[in-house]
């Protein structure tokens, strides 16, 4: 099975910056979509942002558009989550999420809970002064 990894969480004041990873391992095909995702207290849980090789696929939430930059990192199978300006609107708790790419379609063209069949265990963000 697909087993992922979030780290890089912590406590930062408004304004400030962190960076999250997400290392996956197990994957059994060519071409996966990887999706951030948030769920603060009382919350849904909602997509942040997706990027997917196999298929060019590029989403960010209106919320974190020219905040936050998704990236692959040197190592095989990390993604990275660059997150700057936090606001306080941004504590969560923070899910990397994968899912196969399906042949003719844009995995992250609109990317929902649903449609990710593999999670990591989440790492807790909080913005506070």
């Known amino acids: 099975q697909v087993h992922l990894v979030e780290s890089g969480g912590g406590l930062v004041q408004p304004g400030g910056s962190l960076r999250l990873s997400c290392a996956g391992s197990g994957f059994t095909q060519d071409g996966y979509a990887i999706g951030w995702f948030r769920q603060a207290p009382g919350k849904e849980r909602e997509a942040v942002s997706c990027e997917s090789t196999g298929d060019g696929s590029l989403y960010y939430a209106g919320s974190v558009k020219g905040r936050f930059t998704i990236s692959r990192d040197g190592a095989k199978n990390t993604v990275s989550l660059q997150m700057n300006n936090l606001r306080p609107e941004d504590t969560a708790v923070y899910y990397c999420?994968?899912?196969?790419?399906?042949?003719?379609?844009?995995?992250?063209?609109?990317?929902?809970?649903?449609?990710?069949?593999?999670w990591g265990q989440g790492t807790q963000v909080t913005v506070s002064s």
């Open positions: 999420a994968a899912t196969p790419v399906v042949a003719g379609t844009f995995m992250c063209a609109n990317p929902t809970v649903r449609l990710f069949a593999s």
